[in-house]
């Protein structure tokens, strides 16, 4: 494994990038500090990278976006050596506190085993000395997904819910539909700059969001409009999202564009959520 880090700052933001060189492949994450608080901790594999840093910035606090490896990774480790509290919110403290064992391609690009996190839990907002953040819970991506907004700076610290303007393939489990609700919702908030958890620093982040919240309506509606006229989810995943993803070969099909497709085949057979945004 390759490491490649680089240190980068936006306004008062300090983010640390990292590139994660694993079987001939890039993986990318990114630990955000401002004003005394910590976001996500990276994972589990990059330690003593983000150890380091977290000693040169000395933050007084943690705070976590949800409980994926590649963000709550080094959360406990982070806290014991700085004596510093973890905060969380309450659907990610339950899921962490028994951490779920990871899928055996994540285990082999993030590291094997997630540590038990324990923390405060916070559901509305989170204060630093000179700064106060609304969390707003966002699902889809995960069920404990929360974002973390600043208003008067124009931040959006935005964990993995933004990613890129686009999808080509999902995570087992994750919810499209939930996700379209989040986005839309995150978008009623002023904002110009996006955190992601690994595509770095977004300019422009209100468009850009508004750009994926463009992308995954249609795509709600077109899988929609095909279900109905009797297309098999293998079939719409062919025509919507033909192109093919290495990913999905080296994660065993734990991540493969059948799982967007599907999470809004399931939403129509079990709900109507899809004719309420629409
Ligand atoms: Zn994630």
Known sequence: MKLFKTIS????????HGTIKKFGRSFTFNVYYVDG??????PMCVKDAVLEFAKDVQPKQIILTHHHEDHAGNAAALSKLLNIPIKLCKLSADLLQNPPSIPFYRRLIWGKKL???HGE?????????????????TPGHSTDHICLVNETNGWLFAGDLFLGKRLLYGMKGESIPQLFTSVNHILDYRFDTIFCGHA????HGHEA????KKFLQ???SETTSLYNRGWSEDKITKKLLSRQSAIQLFSGGEMAPKHLIHSIIDSITTSNHIQSIK
């Open 121 to 137: 839990i916070v559901e509305t907002s989170i204060e630093t000395e000179n700064h106060q953040f609304s969390i707003v819970k």
């Open 9 to 16: 700052t936006h306004d008062e933001v300090t983010c640390l």
């Open 209 to 212: 969001l508004e750009a994926k």
């Open 115 to 117: 540590t038990a996190v």
């Open 37 to 42: 608080l910590l976001i996500d901790t990276g």
């Open 200 to 203: 770095g620093i977004v300019g």
């Open 218 to 220: 249609t795509l709600i």
